[in-house]
């Protein structure tokens, strides 16, 4: 199972000098686990280092390269580059979907440098899997809705996702322009956020210890290449001004698919956004039923769909054991809906478009309630 402590050289919020503990493992748990590590001895499944994962990480990374080539070198016209950077858009989500995402949980093989380099495609496509790693694995997986822990429910000023964030008066208008705001995520993720938590050691009231040596050249090195192949490059083939333009495009199109996904499984009102006892730092369920609550499978019956998001929308599953390639969700998806349904524990799936509307919904509820 997931680890609940915070990262190494993080400390708690100013507010707060306890970690957020859960309460202890119950029959369910054990049970769960239990059937869950049946299932692989039984069908001799491999929890990672699966041909399919290779398979994809080479789909995936052509995919970037080929609709790159396409907008950069071919010389098409305008609607071809249209096209060639929506193809991009889609590429680079299904890189960090399927090869990132799975890496930098080390369930993509068994050997880390394995997962130490398919992980640093992030760091060649804008991001940082260093800061990701705290961000993501440490303080959304460990501490999912819960306010002032989890930083991917932690929009600023800008939206309110949580019934317990402070609301300002333009936040009743939040359900209609946060889709134009999703688009800024990516951009806001390259120039911004890495180097602000790089320059205040701080995320989300958390200290994060800067990068240093191979990390900290990592860090710099692929923002330096992300910025040469994005804007640099394309600068000698197009006027400066139509590459910002085309890069912006590719952005949002890429920010609003990864914050559709993160948000279908989170931001819903089928979600559960519990807060800990501020003094005790206890939290009523356990770690696992915690993740149940606050967590939504979606669009489980669409092949198609699940390939692509590298099943992300296999999310509880995701989140119960993030270190087993996604590969492995869907069948493991009945065995935990199943152990649910007998313990009387909340397993929530809903379809793509309903999760849609059900973020909308919970938007346009916190943009009325107190």
Request: with cysteine; hydrophobic share 40%; proline share 4%.
């Amino acid at each position: 199972m997931q680890n609940t402590t915070a990262a190494k050289g993080s400390i708690s919020k100013p507010k707060s000098n306890v970690k957020i503990r859960f309460a202890p493992n119950t029959e369910f748990e054990r049970e769960l686990s239990k059937r869950v590590n049946a299932f692989f001895e039984d069908t001799s499944s491999a929890k990672k280092d699966l041909f399919n994962m290779y398979l994809k990480s080479f789909i995936a990374i052509s995919w970037v390269v080929v609709s790159y080539c396409l907008i950069v070198f071919a010389g098409l016209p305008v609607w071809g580059i249209l096209l060639s950077s929506l193809s991009l858009s889609l590429a680079l989500n299904a890189l960090s979907f399927n090869v990132m995402h799975d890496a930098i949980h080390g369930a993509y093989s068994k050997h880390k440098i394995v997962n130490k380099l398919m992980g640093h495609c992030l760091d060649l496509i804008g991001g940082s899997s260093f800061y990701w790693d705290s961000k993501h694995n440490h303080y959304h997986h460990s501490y999912p809705n819960i306010t002032g822990h989890d930083s991917d429910v932690e929009p600023g000023i800008f939206a309110r996702f949580t019934p317990h964030q402070k609301k300002y008066f333009f936040h009743r208008f939040q359900h209609f322009y946060i889709w134009f705001l999703y688009g800024f995520l990516a951009i806001k993720w390259h120039f911004i956020d890495d180097f602000h938590v790089y320059i205040t050691e701080n995320l989300n009231g958390y200290y994060i210890e800067r990068p240093k040596g191979m990390d900290a050249l990592i860090f710099f090195g692929g923002k330096i290449f992300f910025f040469i192949i994005a804007i640099v490059i394309p600068s000698f083939y197009y006027p400066v001004l139509y590459v910002i333009g085309f890069y912006i495009l590719i952005a949002m199109m890429q920010g609003v698919i990864m914050s559709l996904v993160f948000q279908l499984a989170h931001c819903v009102e089928e979600a559960d956004f519990p807060m800990q006892d501020e003094e005790a730092g206890v939290m009523d369920r356990t770690w696992i039923v915690h993740q149940i609550y606050t967590t939504v499978d979606f669009s489980r019956g669409n092949t198609l769909l699940t390939w692509y998001l590298g099943g992300l929308n296999y999310q509880v599953e995701h989140h119960l054991y993030p270190q087993i390639c996604h590969l492995n969700y869907p069948k493991m998806s009945h065995i935990v809906e199943n152990t649910c349904e007998e313990y009387g524990v909340p397993y929530t799936v809903s379809s793509f478009f309903d999760g849609v509307r059900s973020h909308y919904n919970w938007l346009r509820q916190l943009a009325h309630a107190p």
